[in-house]
Nanobody, 124 residues
């Protein structure tokens, strides 16, 4: 499956962005999807996960309540709604896909396919 992340940009602190991860090439509904991010000089970190059907979601503890992941299998797209953004959210955001569903959902090395990343910059 090929993944295309989009929707990043420059936003002021307190603002919102919605990232999209569009998939093509294979049956999208058979893939669990996650978002990860990597800030300059830092390791990649888990952001959010959504199961095949969209019925199960997980978030990094520090992001609960501000970020929401969702999917529209008819459109082959996963979304990440980001609200109340803070400068610490500045990073390159990646979406990733895998066929296994729930185990080790927060580990990047468990994902088989990655998008190219979309930059999110939050100014103070």
């Amino acid at each position: 499956v090929q993944l295309q992340a989009s929707g990043g940009g420059l936003v002021q602190a307190g603002g919102s962005l919605r990232l999209s991860c569009a998939a093509s090439g294979r049956t999208f509904s058979r893939f669990a999807i996650a978002w990860f991010r990597q800030a300059p000089g830092k390791e990649r970190e888990f952001v959010a996960f959504i199961s095949w059907s969209g019925g199960i979601t997980y978030y990094a503890d520090s992001l609960k309540g501000r970020f929401t992941i969702s999917r529209d299998n008819a459109k082959n797209t996963v979304y990440l709604q980001m609200n109340s953004l803070i400068p610490e959210d500045t990073a390159l955001y990646y979406c990733a896909a895998r066929t296994s569903n729930l185990a080790d959902y927060y580990k990047g090395d468990r994902y088989d396919y990655w998008g190219q990343g979309t930059q999110v910059t939050v100014s103070s």
